[in-house]
């Protein structure tokens, strides 16, 4: 079953003559991982903010569960879709406990205090992710990988059915970007539709069950990864020479030891 679905999707920033989404149409299913595949500047995280109705495209239409998004309120559409963006522009010194409480507002009265059953959610999520130390630290003080599992922590909170992530392992160690994608995965397996944007083909490769390739603002092509993960595509996309090896069924990627001629003569 398609859970969000757009159609001929167009926008352009304010004062800008230039699309930023050139027409786009795509579907993501429900309780599958998808992937928005791209170099930077391409318009993944635009698309991403347009699926959470955080910018108005100026043409086309997005449906959720068939239902077209500008039905939602904005009460009703936070329960059901949770963003998690590369970074937050501006924290307080919350502590990671009471950044997580926030996460819980979509399920709670304008004038309601936090329940034992809000507290408990938080609990388990902060227990899952594997950083219920950090429950006490105020978030200012985080690492830059410690503060992503929050942000994934409080969107969890959130019990949403869609979760949405621009750029989730950025900057992240191996560890940390490892312990994300295994999020994900864990995520869709569970039944959420997940959605993510992503630079790295290998990583849209290890967990995705689908890929949108992103070029330009426009959708180049979607499939399962060993379908639209090819050499001729991530050429195209990156401007660069690479090398697809299938390793356990899965293409991973290479850049090809002559490959920084393409961009030199770009």
Known sequence: MVKIRIEKVRYRYPNSKIDVLKGMSLEFPE??????????????????????????????TIYVD??????????????????VPQEEDSLFPYTVLEYLLMGRAPHMG?????????????????SEL?????????ILGLSGGEKRLV????????????????????????????KVLSIIRRMAN??????????????ASLVADNVG???GGEILSCGIPSMVITEDVLETIYRARLIVNKVNGKPMVELASDGFKINQHS
């Open 130 to 138: 594997g950083v219920p130390h950090l429950s006490y630290r105020e």
């Open 190 to 203: 569970s039944g959420k539709t997940v959605v993510f944007s992503t630079h790295d083909p290998n990583e």
């Open 66 to 83: 068939e239902k077209g998004i500008n039905e939602f309120k904005r009460d009703d559409l936070s329960r059901l879709m949770a963003w």
């Open 151 to 178: 942000f994934i922590a409080r969107a969890l909170a959130q019990e949403p059915e869609v979760l949405v992530l621009d750029e989730p392992t950025a900057h992240l160690d191996l560890g940390n970007k490892a």
């Open 110 to 126: 304008f004038f309601s205090l936090p329940t034992k059953k809000d507290e408990g959610i938080i609990t388990k999520t902060l």
């Open 31 to 60: 309780g599958k991982a998808t992937a928005l595949l791209g170099a930077n500047g391409s318009g993944k995280t635009t698309l991403l903010k347009v699926l959470l109705k955080i910018l108005i495209p100026q043409e086309g």
């Open 213 to 215: 390739i992103i070029n």
